[in-house]
């Protein structure tokens, strides 16, 4: 049988590794439009220097060779035929007898003045764009960033590593805001600000002005505000790559519509990753990628959502570690411990932890994190929770054997 996967994210690279271990002598053939494979998480330090492109990989060296896959690299694809059991790669055709679409999301310029024809402004989604950003910087100086969210203020933080006058615009009151807290969001805003980052909240880029070779060199802002700025990094969100699906017969809404199976409306294609607009967080796209990469081999298999939202932030020096919301709810019980080594925060509902943030010291976070992966309850403890552990949960049955917590 032959297996052709789009894409070389975590979804893809999964899958590719998944369908070789359950088919040694199946053709594996992966098709991306990527030079290499790079995490998009570590993209920012290669605008910084503090990483070249080959070590951004999340694979060995030799993975395509010692998992028997055909790699076709920098090769676009153009077109789907379903019907024919067809990818066309331009005038090229790869025949599959199952197919995996991986291609992951593009980032969303707005239609605002100049910003999605001008060609000084850039997304930050893959390695192309974080070298388009990096040989920028080399002649510019002055950078405006649109959107205060983790792209955007990893982008903004590799640019003041090179030196670069960095300006935020930000719709919200506050940066990270689907990171953090006001007060998790706050030790970075002083840090980032210290280190001479100007911020303007509450407001956005609603024109821009160009020059005679159509590049954008001041935007106005909302409240009236003009900024000068010699390039735009855009972090306003993205969407899923789809385009070259037009006509296909895949379904389609917010992403390929998928199944519990992550199989599509064709029984032979499947889709994985942030494609599908599913919760796009690394762990979830590579279980995605190998839902989808069982059922390929006829092994049955259902992708459930089992692992809750986790970021790790980590600029100036300052770490923080977040698990589900980080933002309560009416009824939701708060926990909040701050000493000097840093901020820690629980939110608690129906007796169960289902948010957490640890700013400075994570030392502690896994075990944090067994009790909310295994759900487990926390309100019926005899003593603070910040002082609970292990053996506060753990029993000991009758042959005297310890059990560790699970599930209640």
């Known amino acids: 049988m032959k297996h052709v996967i789009i894409g070389a994210g975590a979804a893809g690279i999964t899958a590719a590794k998944t369908i070789r271990s359950l088919r040694p002598t199946d053709e594996i053939v992966l098709v991306s439009a990527e030079e290499q494979v790079a995490s998009r998480v570590m993209l920012y330090k290669y605008i910084s220097g503090e990483r070249e492109a080959e ?31 067809k990818v066309y790669c331009g005038e090229e ?23 999605r024809t001008a060609k000084n402004v850039f997304g930050l989604r893959d390695l192309a764009d974080a070298k388009a950003i990096r040989e920028a910087a080399i002649a510019c100086e002055k950078v405006v960033i649109v959107g205060a969210g983790l792209v955007g203020m990893a982008a903004a933080y590799a640019l003041m590593e090179l030196k670069k006058d960095v300006t935020v615009v930000e719709m919200g ?10 007060q998790g969001a706050s030790a970075y805003r002083t840090r980032f600000e210290e280190a001479g980052c100007k911020f303007h909240f509450n407001t956005a880029v609603e024109d821009t002005a160009v020059d005679h070779e159509g590049a954008v060199r001041f935007v106005t802002l909302g409240d009236g505000t003009i900024l000068p700025c010699d390039f735009l990094v855009v972090a306003t969100g993205a969407r899923p790559a ?56 006829q092994e049955v298999t259902v992708y459930e959502d089992t692992f809750a939202v986790k970021n790790t932030i980590h ?32 939110i608690i509902r129906d007796g169960r932890i289902v ?32 002082k609970v552990s292990f053996a506060d949960f753990i029993t000991i049955n009758e042959e005297g054997e310890y059990r560790w917590p699970q599930a209640v």
């Not at 009151?173 to 006001?182: F, K, V, Y």
């Not at 699906?245 to 199989?263: F, P």
């Not at 075990?367 to 003593?383: E, M, S, T």
């Open 55 to 85: 070590t951004l990989s999340f694979v060995p060296g030799d993975f395509f060779e010692s998992n028997r896959v055909t790699w076709k690299k920098e090769t676009r694809v153009t077109k789907v035929a379903a019907d024919e059991k």
């Open 93 to 115: 055709a790869v025949t599959y007898d199952q197919l995996l679409i991986t291609t992951g999301a593009k980032s969303t310029i707005p239609p605002v003045g100049a910003l």
């Open 173 to 182: 009151a506050e940066m990270l805001a689907l990171n953090l807290d006001g």
């Open 242 to 297: 789809i385009e070259f699906l037009e006509n296909s017969g895949i379904a389609c809404g917010n992403g390929i519509t998928v199944d519990k199976y992550m199989r599509t409306n064709f029984p032979d294609i499947y889709a994985a990753g942030d494609v599908t607009g599913l919760s796009g967080i690394w762990p979830n796209a590579m279980r995605q990628g190998e839902v989808a990469a069982k059922n390929m081999c």
């Open 315 to 346: 600029f100036f020096d300052l770490v923080t570690l977040t698990i589900g919301p980080t933002k309560e709810e009416p009824g939701d019980r708060v926990e909040v411990f701050a000493d000097r080594k840093g901020y820690q925060k629980l």
């Open 355 to 386: 948010g957490l943030i640890l700013q400075g010291d994570i030392s502690n976070s896994g075990f944090w994190q067994y009790l909310i992966k295994h759900d487990i309850r926390v309100d019926n403890l005899d003593k603070p929770i910040w």
